[in-house]
């Protein structure tokens, strides 16, 4: 008899059932797992409060502290030249680089001497005229003493009728001849000082021309006022020259300085007072500026450095750049020189410089990298959990943050960045113990 095909199912199926049944009843029931809280690794520091010095940097060109524009003060003709009178070439001061020809003001002079000369006689001849005059006019008080006295005793003699009249009008004639020429006497002794005064007033006038003669003659040579290197030669053997026409273009080399540019907020605090609250005057900037440490490196070669110091800000803001100018000076910038390893501080280098100011007001200063967008620190609380917190950054300098408040000195500041940065996520900071 053939078993219908549904019925050979049953069998199997039920055995399947029997030993599922059985694994279930002998099988251990699951084991039950606890929960862990979720934390992460983060780097973390403590946050310090340190007093950090401003370093500001800033561009400019070298140009020499002190030029020389020789310019002829007096017209002739070239007639020497130094040979070492050549674009480049370092001279010392008292050197005699160019002499105009002196022969029209020597000549000048020689008159104004003569002419000195002859005052000084015209002088001397007053003086004797002065004598001669007082002693003439004492001779002829004395004659004119004696006509007087003749004349009273021959109206006397008329009035008795001893002397006939012809006598006493012609004894009057006499006195009054003596008399003139006292007179005449008087008035010339009289006019000596204003004679004297004009000698004098001729000789100050010729010894002024005497002078200015003597300083022509002197600046007919051309001469090196300090150390200097030659820049640019106008002027050439035997060419003549006018007054006023430039003949030599020279830079000092004992001092150079660089207008740096530097920003005005950056420099701000590079002269910031070291207290809370102090002010800064114009009578006490140059104290400021003496407390600022200045360093001059060569952009093409940074290796080579010079020390300066800075002395002054320029009257005005850059007009483009909005920026200070200030103005940095190195003294011997030609010292150590040795081209090609080392070349000296030149004109027309571009140079960077670096300011570096006191001690400033100590403050909390973290890595940049702890400053995460928006001014968000990310700190580590007592309880090791995420705290985030708005911070102030007053100011950022070579990877540095240094912070106007939010973070006290002592708080444990995470640098990483979390990603989700969730308020009270365990953390636990690198190299702690398991």
């Known amino acids: 008899m053939k078993i219908p095909r549904g019925l050979r199912l049953i069998a199997p199926i039920a055995l399947g059932v029997c030993v599922a049944a059985w694994f279930i009843s002998t099988s251990e029931p699951p084991g039950r797992v606890k929960h862990a809280e979720r934390s992460v690794v983060a780097h973390t520091i403590t946050a310090e409060a340190v007093s950090l010095r401003t370093v500001v940097r800033g561009y400019g060109n ?72 007082s002693r003439l006019v004492a001779l002829e008080e004395s004659r004119l003493h004696l006509a007087e006295a003749e004349l009273a005793r021959v109206r006397d003699l008329v009035e008795r009728g001893v002397a006939a009249q012809s006598a006493l009008d012609s004894q009057e004639r006499t006195t009054l001849q003596v008399r003139r020429g006292v007179e005449e006497l008087r008035n010339a002794h009289a006019l000596i000082p204003s004679r004297r005064a004009r000698l004098d007033s001729q000789m100050a006038r010729t010894k002024a ?154 403050r909390v200063t973290l890595p940049d990298s702890a400053i995460h967008e928006g001014g968000l620190v990310y700190l580590r609380d007592s309880d090791g959990r995420l705290e985030l917190r708005d911070v102030s950054v007053a100011w950022r300098q070579s990877g540095q943050a240094v912070l106007a408040g939010g973070v006290a000195p002592g708080e444990e500041v995470i640098l990483d960045d979390l990603m989700p940065a969730i308020p009270g996520l365990r953390v636990d900071p690198v190299g702690a113990s398991e």
């Open 209 to 362: 021309i005497l002078a200015r003669s003597r300083r022509d003659l002197e600046k007919t040579d051309i001469v090196v006022p300090f150390d200097l290197r030659v820049g640019r030669v106008h002027v050439e053997r035997h060419q003549f020259v006018g007054a006023g026409q430039p003949l030599i273009s020279a830079d000092g080399i004992n001092r150079v300085e660089i207008a740096a540019q530097i920003p005005v907020m950056s420099f701000r605090r590079l002269l910031a007072g070291t207290a809370p609250g102090d002010t800064m005057t114009f009578s006490g900037l140059a104290e400021r500026l003496a407390k600022v440490s200045a360093e001059v490196r060569l952009v093409s070669d940074p290796s080579q450095s010079w020390i300066g110091r800075l002395v002054r800000v320029e009257s005005a803001l850059d007009p483009q750049a909005r920026s200070v100018p200030a103005v940095i000076e190195v003294d011997n910038p030609y010292a150590g020189a040795n081209p090609p390893l080392r070349l000296p501080l030149v004109p027309n280098m571009y140079v960077e410089v670096v300011l570096t100011g006191p001690d400033a007001q100590a």
């Open 62 to 133: 070298v140009k020499a502290a002190r030029s020389w524009e020789a310019v002829a003060e007096v017209a002739g003709t070239i007639i020497r030249r130094h040979p070492d009178l050549e674009t480049g070439n370092i001279l010392p001061p008292g050197t005699r680089v160019l002499k105009i020809d002196p022969t029209v003001y020597e000549l000048a002079v020689a008159e104004a001497e003569a002419d000195l000369r002859a005052l000084a006689a015209d002088l001397a001849q007053l003086d004797v005229d002065q004598a001669n005059t």
